[in-house]
């Protein structure tokens, strides 16, 4: 299967780069670009894209109301948002992910980072740059305020709850099946159970409830292992 792309970003040399590097994957296909957030959401609308690839900082509507949006339109649940974003810019992150985005990368990410990042977050098979992405939720929790439990959480079981733990370090089902060492099978079942219970659309929402319940400590100082 190919995997449909919609590119938006306010800066039309970004979006060119950005499509060169898309188009060149045989699995991948650009099929619009949008210049500001309000053209993502109505882009997106007509193009039913697998994923967008939205900037956040874009005049009149930004990235992250696009994002909400997009999300929020039940005509699009089979689509995904995978944010591009600056570190030291980007405050809006964290509400990005809050807001449904299934995972984000730095602007300065090599292309085959990119390439695979986009693959995975269409399959919303994992967090994308788990080292990063711990760093960066750790980065907006503290800014959030003090820990709280998501309703729902008291619904899981212990085994949930260590699944859950291993999604917000950024694992990907394989990896937690062989830590776990039980089948891939039985890792999807209970992600399933576990996006039902609290109400997450993937694992990137699931792994902000469990930032936001207490559930993983601080990242390591120095780049984990991937």
Request: proline residues 6%; charged residues 25%; negative net charge.
């Amino acid at each position: 299967m190919t995997v449909t792309v919609l590119i938006a970003d306010d800066q039309a040399l970004v979006r060119y780069g950005l499509r060169l590097i898309v188009d060149t994957q045989p699995d991948l296909t650009v099929v619009g670009e949008a210049a500001d957030g309000a053209e993502a959401v109505d882009f997106a609308s007509k193009l039913r894209p697998d994923l967008v690839l939205m900037d956040i900082r874009m005049p009149n509507v930004d990235g992250l109301e696009a994002t909400r949006r997009i999300m929020g339109d039940a005509e699009l649940a089979a689509t995904r948002v995978l944010v591009l974003t600056t570190f030291d810019l980007d405050a809006y992150v964290y509400e990005a992910l809050r807001a449904g985005a299934s995972g984000f990368l730095l602007k300065d990410t090599p292309p085959e980072r990119l390439v695979d990042g986009i693959r995975t977050a269409a399959r919303g098979d994992a967090l994308l740059a788990p080292s990063i992405t711990r760093r960066l939720i750790d980065h907006f929790l503290r800014l959030a305020g003090p820990a709280t439990e998501p309703s729902g959480l008291a619904e899981i079981t212990a085994r949930e709850r260590e699944i859950l733990i291993l999604i917000a370090h950024g694992l990907s089902n394989t990896e937690i099946a062989d830590r776990l060492y039980v089948s891939e099978a039985t890792i999807k079942t209970h992600v399933a159970h576990l996006y039902r219970k609290l109400g997450a659309r993937d694992r990137a929402q699931a792994a902000v409830i469990a930032h936001q319940a207490g559930l993983v400590a601080p990242p390591p100082q120095g780049p984990p292992n991937e």
